[in-house]
């Protein structure tokens, strides 16, 4: 019997380019929080997609020669195969072209529109091309775009309008009265800040436009890219297509974006689905941005980070680790080769494969490889045996709060008391006399027993890995894995066969 559901959405990627970090670090957070959810015992589905609708995916693909399907066809393969080498375990890959997101996305139009929150008026404004986004004249800066700082263009032509401004009290009442609708608190601040200041209503459709989703009954409009986008979330749970199933799914749990889409994800999309009668999504989270060495990552510069190239060098589960490990979920972070292989050298080489293989190398010379029986425990064993068991509630405050890189502190933290374990018994020491052999024992079970608890709490993380060290430690891989085997001392059996390989992750030349 499951906890219940648990839905998990990425942003739709915009496919006028291939992946890179930034979506990697999107795309890691959310697979590893859905591992973690399954493990719970939660049935999940999340949910990644692709947008490839909009002029900027019109001039790509007459950039590259190719029809604007085609090119979307090209690069969301580049998306697959980045999520594939990163071991992504997403239920389904939306895509803004599929036949049923683009009826459910005119269904919701229609409904909207019914219920009185669409108009057709006169649309003069600024427009910024590359990110599909429009501004009024006090928002833009110098005749440029406030987001990406290129020129934008002055635009005038009929339009239908989404009444934005009608939801600015039910907007603040609901973020007043669920805190943890956005997060974290400095993003919730600041987008409460600008509703304050007044909504205004949203032209959210093209005439210029031709590569997207006509509006029902007016073909001669298109319907605005991000409209389209953000209606993959309901569409993808069955909106428009299969009733029962949206209602048994919907509302997300949790829209995991990065911040710069913040204010589409919670005013914009929540306005609509007040518009539409529609429950809201429970929580969205904004992530931070990653840096390149201290710059800022683009092409110009030739910093941009390719993750698939990343994983094909240091490993997916390196890759994952780092991105999680290296600063704090909401704020931004810096990427650096240097902090990659430091990572993987110190905390993953030295601290984690060190203790797994040193511990399997001593039960192998001490109790021929088999996991020795734990005879009496003694005071010099409660602190590791206390830790060990509150690991598991320690990990998971964490993640509810999606600290992934405090969770792994919590973990490493218990990996270090691991090897200063050893450094304290010394075994080497026990193994000298025969009448240590309890003692010895008790000292290897307790390390195995350790190993075994680690590897269950970071299966979410490195899924390969773990695999490996499940494996290492003479554990049926088959068995399907549960908290429920983190949260309890001495499931290892005696004379279970331990089954040594080799290093869990070389260290990396300097």
């Known amino acids: ?34 591992r973690f959810k399954r493990m719970e015992g939660y049935e999940v589905f999340f949910v990644t997609g692709s947008d490839e609708h909009g002029n900027k995916i019109a001039q790509s ?14 690069v969301v393969a580049k998306f697959k195969e980045a999520w594939e080498k990163l071991n992504i375990s997403y239920d389904l890959l939306i895509r803004t072209t599929d036949d049923y997101h683009e009826s459910g996305v005119q269904k ?26 429009f501004w009024t004249e006090t928002q833009i800066v110098n005749g440029n775009c406030p987001d990406c700082g290129r020129p934008v263009e002055r635009v005038k032509e009929k339009s239908y309008f989404f009444k934005l401004s009608a939801f600015q009290e039910k907007l603040l009442e609901h973020v007043r009265s669920n805190p ?41 409009h298109t319907i605005y890219v991000w409209v389209d986008a953000l209606i993959n979330y309901v569409t993808a749970c069955g909106y428009g297509t299969d009733e029962k199933r949206f209602r048994d799914i919907w509302p997300a749990d949790l829209h995991l974006i990065g911040k ?22 429970k929580r969205v989270f904004g992530h931070g941005w990653w840096t390149v060495e201290g710059q800022k990552m683009s092409k110009s510069l030739g910093n941009v980070v390719d993750p698939i190239e990343l994983a094909d060098k240091y490993s997916a589960d390196a890759v994952r680790y780092f991105l999680l490990r290296e600063g704090a979920f909401g704020k931004d972070s810096d990427f650096s080769l240097s902090s990659v292989i430091s990572r993987i ?31 009496s425990v003694t005071a010099a064993d409660n602190e590791l045996l206390d830790m060990a068991k509150g690991l598991f509630a320690r990990v998971k405050a964490q993640m509810e709060q999606l600290q992934f890189s405090f969770a792994l502190d919590e973990l490493w933290s218990f990996v270090r008391r691991c090897n200063k374990y050893v450094e304290e ?37 490195m899924p390969t890995a773990t695999a490996r060290m499940w494996s290492q430690l003479g554990l ?19 004379g279970a066969a331990t089954n040594p390989g080799e290093a869990l992750f070389p260290k990396v030349k300097t």
């Open 1 to 34: 019997m499951t906890k219940g559901r648990f839905y998990l959405t990425t942003p739709a990627y915009y496919v006028n380019d291939v992946p890179h970090i930034g979506h990697a670090y999107c795309e890691i957070a959310a697979d590893v929080l859905a």
């Open 61 to 74: 693909a007459e950039q590259h020669g190719k029809k604007p399907k085609e090119w979307a066809d090209k």
């Open 108 to 133: 919701l139009f229609e409904v909207i529109r019914d219920n009185g929150f669409i108009y057709l008026g006169d649309y003069e404004g600024w427009y910024c091309v590359p990110d599909e986004a």
């Open 180 to 220: 943890t609708f956005i997060e974290p608190e400095t993003r919730r601040n600041e987008v409460v800040s600008r509703i304050q200041q007044g909504l205004n209503d949203l032209s959210i459709s093209r005439i210029t436009v031709k590569w997207g989703i006509p509006v029902p009954g007016d073909e001669a």
């Open 260 to 281: 710069e889409i913040l204010w589409f994800h919670t005013v914009i999309w929540p306005a609509m689905l007040m518009a539409a009668g529609l429950p809201l999504p």
């Open 345 to 375: 050298n110190n905390e993953l080489a030295n601290d984690l494969g060190n203790l797994l293989s040193r511990t399997l190398a001593m039960i192998k010379k001490y109790n021929k490889g088999a996991v020795p029986r734990a005879d």
């Open 425 to 461: 018994n010394a075994p080497w020491e026990l193994a000298k006399s025969p009448e240590k052999k309890a003692r010895l024992d008790t000292v290897l079970y307790n390390l195995a027993e350790s190993l075994r608890i680690i590897t269950v709490l970071l299966r979410p993380f």
């Open 476 to 494: 049926d891989d088959s068995a399907d894995l549960s908290f429920d085997q983190a949260n309890t001392w001495g499931v290892l059996q005696a």
